[in-house]
């Protein structure tokens, strides 16, 4: 488990450096996605959310929308909803189907009750005031409508956190290195539940264990790297940790047959 300083927390939260670098196109957030290849058992994210969804008709927002992973699946399964996807970054909107808008999920340029369901998809801890956002979320879904929020637990992934801080620790000549840069950590599973029962009534969370299992380091390589834009709050070298972490996880591999990395996200369905 990884936790933030407060300047870690802030860079995981500016709008310049989400908008302008780390979603600037999908080329990072598509790296990151992709070690969930090698997770078993394997979630259709679009998919739980499709079921989510069953019972849904008319205007449904991605907010956060990113690279559109469930805004295509939403279009293409459910072609009877009115599905807009919204992102602050224009950059990563560019091949996202339409229609789209650049919006900030802290002030939604839509009316009170208007959407029949709001998608919040591991994007709420990166909004400067989780719980303001959250009540935005809620003015816009009408009363018998349903948000669907999902993140990462504390403890996803803790063994890339071991890693990069042996890397770190490597790097800078000493036993253990600076933790890695979290993104969930300030909206985690382990948080969300009770910050969104602030405003929802009705809050389910289902948990989604997994374990990645690989046999070549470049998926890890691609996912550390995947944080270039947040190197300068590492505090170490970033490029000579990744590379570090690439040396160390191909020992793993070499002496153990695989490196392994434990996983744990969450989707909550969330009715007011
Ligand atoms: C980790 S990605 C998740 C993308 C997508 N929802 C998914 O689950 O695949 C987070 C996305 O939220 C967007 N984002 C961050 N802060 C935002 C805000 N205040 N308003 C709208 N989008 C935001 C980022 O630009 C990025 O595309």
């Keep these: 488990m990884t936790s933030n300083t407060a300047q870690q927390d802030a860079a995981v939260a500016d709008r310049s450096i989400l908008a302008n670098s780390a979603y600037a196109d999908g080329r ?12 078993q058992p394997q979630y259709d994210l679009p998919g739980i959310v499709l079921g989510e969804l069953a019972g849904t008709s008319g205007i449904v927002l991605d907010v956060g929308c990113g690279n559109g992973k469930f805004v295509s699946r939403l279009h293409k399964d459910r072609p009877d909803l009115r599905v807009v996807g919204m992102d602050i970054s224009a950059g990563i909107l560019a091949g996202v189907e339409k229609p789209v808008l650049v919006a900030d999920a802290q002030a ?7 959407a029949d369901a709001v998608l919040a998809l591991h994007m709420l801890y990166h909004v ?4 303001a956002t959250i009540k935005e979320l809620a003015r816009v879904l009408q009363d018998g409508g349903v948000l669907i929020a ?4 504390d403890h996803d992934k803790r063994e890339l956190d071991q890693l990069w801080a042996r890397a770190a620790g ?3 000549g000493i036993p253990e290195g600076p933790a890695r840069v979290s993104l969930s950590s300030r909206f985690s599973l382990e948080k969300a539940a009770s910050c969104l029962g602030v405003v929802f009534t009705d809050v389910q969370v289902r948990e989604l264990p997994g374990v990645i299992e ?9 996912h550390l790297a995947s944080y270039e834009a947040w190197a300068e709050q590492c505090g170490v070298p970033f490029r000579e940790t990744v590379n570090r972490a690439a040396e160390i996880a191909a020992a793993t591999i070499e002496s153990r047959g695989s490196f392994k990395i434990t996983c744990l996200g969450g989707i909550l369905s969330c009715r007011p």
């Design 28 to 39: 990072h957030l598509t790296a990151r996605q992709s070690i969930y290849q090698w997770q």
């Design 108 to 114: 939604l340029p839509f009316a009170d009750d208007s």
């Design 128 to 131: 400067g005031n989780i719980e």
């Design 150 to 153: 999902s993140t990462n637990s």
């Design 170 to 172: 490597d790097v800078l």
């Design 214 to 222: 690989v046999t070549d380091p470049a998926p890890i390589v691609a």
